[in-house]
């Protein structure tokens, strides 16, 4: 007798159909108009009801850029309620009902991955009978995937590489960027991780959105509009934002109702009187073009009505609104298909875009202060509130997440340029005349190990000696095993005295033995874990791991703590230290100039209050930590006992003087026992 189904039994129809979904023309449309036609918004929803994408018309040109042959990325970058996610789901269900094909849906943690896969993105497929018919429900739907007209939808988050490298997929959809690390379990970025799972597949597409973070750019008048300039990759320290640089570089542009000339809406034309409350600004904040027409709240509509994305490369010569567009001109022609007249001319539709032909990375900026969800005065509010605060992380906040813009970071950082100037005659691993010891600064990651050596004199006066990495995968014995043969030998003849190694970053999986503390105990006291705090009563001292016995001691392993607000500044104070003058900081001839950014890649803010805090201007900072790190060792070993050697000179300051010598740091009282001779094996 054959078995007879039971209510748990496998439904192969949705698979069945799928699959002939598959094998059949899709339709002709765009992903905004398959959302226009097919979305409903469930209720608790802002806007409840059939999906309108003129609510957010700068998501069409982006939806149209991944679906389109000519773009295998596509980046987007605009501040908070500005329909980001929304464009992706229009993507994504676009992708399941009209031709489904494998897609990987990237988060920045697992809670997130989560929250669209259980509850929004389930909302979504309800809202829509063809796909919520052909979702596999029950044991074949889980939180990272989910299989929708036979095919499979994974949901991936950056703190797990393996969920990254899985499965490969015809496009990937990554969501806030910027809220990603730059470097994923030591494998590397993010959304390279991600383009690999997609290389395999004729036509593939990954679209990457985000708000952006710090950074610093220019502005540039080209062709009467104003335009983000390309900023220096060492100014750009958001991820989002330097991938938006490497592509077509569209800009959300927009008509002025009075003088009918396009230009591009950012902050800086949001006119606020300076002396105006938050609560006036909210009443009285209002655009401003250009030309100086004034442009208010009850304008948007049409505004973004007869909007459209503008690259640097185009120059608008006509407007036609009986065709509903402009005309452009631009440096490349456009791929075959884009409307040309007779002159040579490009139509850009409102809502629309014209890409250069042979340009695969189709990128798109737009203002906050575009949003129907929030007036010209909600952005003033917010702008003038933080600035009364006086706070700069609570202005950066507004600044990214409102208007989508840069927050250029200011504070007392020294130039990179000023590392440079230091260089001295000495080569790489010499040890000059003057240096009676050696320290080493060691930064854990991923990927390896940052290794400062640096030697000490009279007077806290320093020469680099080797600034490295050691490679290798830092969750494996080896490569623990090439660091310690890096450092057992010291250099020159001298022997590194102390090592200290930043305990923040712990290698392996969660449940794995901490591998710093177990190398520190093995090599116990030359080396030694070391870890930050923002404030202490002292420069550093050393607390007991309490559940870390050494098998040798049998103590409890020593845990230095850092007043890392002291010791950073220490450093920035020497890098601008006067050549020649008694207690100088110098780096060989052969440094870097990756070695001089890393070392300035942090800047000291100071808030109205009297607090601080630290923050990154440049997205690699390893180095000036191992810096830190050596100066701290440095202290531990009594630095500032050190005696004048006999004749005391050094060939590499440019400059003598007899002069008395600045005041140095208050000394360090010496923990007792704490001071390590030689190499501890």
Known sequence: MPKQPTPNSFNFKPLQDGLARALSPPPQRWPWQWANQKRIMPPGS???????????????????????????????????????????????????????????WVTPNRKLAESISKTRLRAMLRGVASLWAGLAKGKMETITEKFINGVRLGFAWAGSPTELASHSVHSALIDERDRMANDIGGEGDPTEMVKARVSNWVGGTVTSVSTPTTGRVEVENIGGMEFFAVGDKDDIHSPIWADFQQGTRHHWAVCCPQCAGYFIPRADYLNIDSTWTPRQARKNAHLVCPQGCPIYESDKFQLNKTALFISPDQRIEKIDPVQGGVWVRQAEPAPFGYEQDAEGRYFVAYHGFVPAEGMTTATFWVSGLMTFWKSFGDRAFDLVTARQKGIPTVEQGIINTRFGELYNVAGDAPIWELVKEKQGRYLVNQIPYGVQFLTAGVDVQGSGFFVVIRGWGYNRESWLIESAMVHGPTDQESTWQRLHEHLQHGRGGYPIRRVLIDSGFKPGEKNDSHRVYDFCAKHTPWVVPAKGRKTMDKFYKFSPIADKLLAVAGGALDLCLVNTDYFKSWVHA????????????????????????????????????????????????????????????????????????????????????????????????????????????
């Not at 980046?75 to 094909?101: W, Y």
């Not at 531990?636 to 600045?662: D, M, R, W």
Request: glycine share 6%; hydrophobic share 35%; charged share 25%.
């Open 574 to 681: 020497r890098v601008k230290w006067p050549d020649g003058e008694p207690g100088d900081w110098h780096v060989h001839a052969e440094i870097t100039d990756d070695y001089c950014k890393q070392v300035t890649a942090e800047s000291r803010l100071t808030m109205p209050n009297g607090q601080f805090y630290w923050v990154k201007i440049r997205k690699d900072n390893h180095l000036f930590d191992c810096e830190v790190l050596a100066t701290v060792a440095a202290e531990i070993e009594g630095v500032s006992f050190l005696q004048p050697l006999p004749e005391q000179s050094t060939t590499t300051t440019k400059t003598t003087t007899n002069a008395p010598p600045p005041p140095a740091p208050a000394p360090q009282k010496r923990r007792r026992g704490a001071r390590g001779r030689g190499v501890i094996i």
């Open 46 to 104: 802002p806007e409840p009801g059939e999906f309108n994408s003129d609510r957010a018309p700068w998501s069409k040109a982006i939806s149209e850029a991944h679906a389109s042959p000519y773009f295998n990325f596509v980046v987007a970058v605009m501040g908070s309620q500005m329909g980001k996610t929304e464009t992706l789901f229009n993507i994504c269900g676009h992708n399941f009902d009209d031709s489904p094909r494998p897609m990987l």
